[in-house]
Nanobody, 126 residues
Framework: VQLIESGGGLVQAGGSLRLSCAAS????????VGWFRQAPGKEREFVAS????????DYADSMKGRFTASRDNAKNTVNLQMNSLNPEDTAVYYC????????????????????WGQGTQVTVSS
């Protein structure tokens, strides 16, 4: 499965961005998806996850209420709406996917994912 992220860019603090993750796999609906980010000099960290059905999501505490993950399996895409961005959100954002027939399960650990995109840069200026 090839994953391609898009939607990153430069935004002022308080602004919004919408990231997308497009998959080459036509049965993308069989994959749970996660979003992770990595800032310079820091470990990769969990941002959000969404089950294959889209019915279940999970977020890192600092993203709750600001970020929303969604998916459109007909279009083989997963989105991450990011609002109220602050400079601490500056990082490269990655989407990842893992095959999972459990429609309700999501995965928060990067070690659970088999496929990764190349990342998209998000920069939030103060």
């Amino acid at each position: 499965v090839q994953l391609i992220e898009s939607g990153g860019g430069l935004v002022q603090a308080g602004g919004s961005l919408r990231l997308s993750c497009a998959a080459s796999e036509r049965t993308f609906g069989n994959y749970a998806v996660g979003w992770f980010r990595q800032a310079p000099g820091k470990e990769r960290e969990f941002v959000a996850s969404i089950s294959r059905s889209g019915g279940n999501t999970d977020y890192a505490d600092s993203m709750k209420g600001r970020f929303t993950a969604s998916r459109d399996n007909a279009k083989n895409t997963v989105n991450l709406q990011m609002n109220s961005l602050n400079p601490e959100d500056t990082a490269v954002y990655y989407c990842a996917a893992v095959f999972d027939l459990d429609s309700a399960r999501y995965h928060d650990s990067p070690h659970e994912y088999d496929f990764w995109g190349q990342g998209t840069q998000v920069t939030v200026s103060s």
